[in-house]
């Protein structure tokens, strides 16, 4: 079993939906919880950090971590084509090396 | 343009060949990761460094990777006698503590 759990897509959406992403984990000592965007022959860019459990929200996204289920989610609420990217969770114990799924691949369609 | 910077931006060469890369973090990052990624995976952690001293390698890396950092400022990650399956993208990332990190735009590698 790997570390970290995403399910690739390809998830493809309407202008204007709300998506859901999604991470599972196994090692119960991470801590710190990350989402990053990836436009095609780019870097990953940070989009969310979040430390330890709970919610947070910037603009039109919204990052949960939930370590007793070992799930941590990302939300975008009025999906715009520019959302077109695959999104990369990343999460680690802290002072180790983060630890990324595969990625979950989104188009958004207008 | 104060981010990461990655050069090449795309590299072919033939299996056999030695290749380097060069990264320059963002200036007042001390840490600094190398991570590989292939199509439809995530990044894959290879090294890091904290300032010039590389503090974990991977067990991906194998003996014909080197990576340096000297004076702590840009690094390098040269690859020895190519094979095919070093084809990917190299990620470069720098790092004010050990999890915001900021990556570059990568060096695509194809080994023909």
């Known amino acids: 079993q790997k570390e970290v759990e995403q399910d690739p897509g390809p998830l493809s959406v309407p202008e204007g939906a709300i998506v859901s992403l999604n991470c599972t984990y196994s090692?119960?000592?991470?801590?710190?919880f990350m989402w990053y965007r990836q436009y095609s022959r780019k870097g990953p860019e940070l989009l969310m950090y979040?430390?330890?459990?709970g919610n947070k929200e910037d603009g039109r996204f919204t990052a949960q971590v939930d370590k007793s289920s070992k799930y941590i989610s990302l939300f975008i609420r009025d999906s715009q084509p520019s959302d077109s990217a695959t999104y990369l969770c990343a999460m680690n114990p802290g002072n180790t090396p983060l630890v990324f799924g595969k990625g979950t691949r989104l188009s958004v369609i207008a | 343009d104060t981010g990461v910077s990655q050069d090449p931006r795309h590299k072919i060469t033939k299996r056999g060949q030695n290749v380097t890369f060069r990264c320059d973090p963002i200036s007042e990052h001390n840490r600094l990761y190398w991570y590989r990624q292939t199509l439809g995976q995530g990044p894959e952690f290879l090294t890091y460094?904290?300032?010039?001293?590389?503090?974990?390698k991977s067990r991906l890396l194998s003996d014909r990777f080197s990576a340096e950092r000297p004076k702590g400022s840009f690094s390098t990650l040269e690859i020895q006698r190519t094979e095919q399956g070093d084809s990917a993208m190299y990620l470069c990332?720098?790092?004010?503590?050990?999890?915001?990190?900021?990556f570059g735009s990568g060096t695509q590698l194809s080994v023909l």
């Open positions: 990332a720098s790092s004010p503590d050990s999890e915001k990190l900021f």
């Open positions: 090692n119960s000592a991470f801590q710190y």
């Open positions: 979040t430390y330890s459990s």
């Open positions: 460094f904290q300032n010039e001293a590389q503090l974990e």
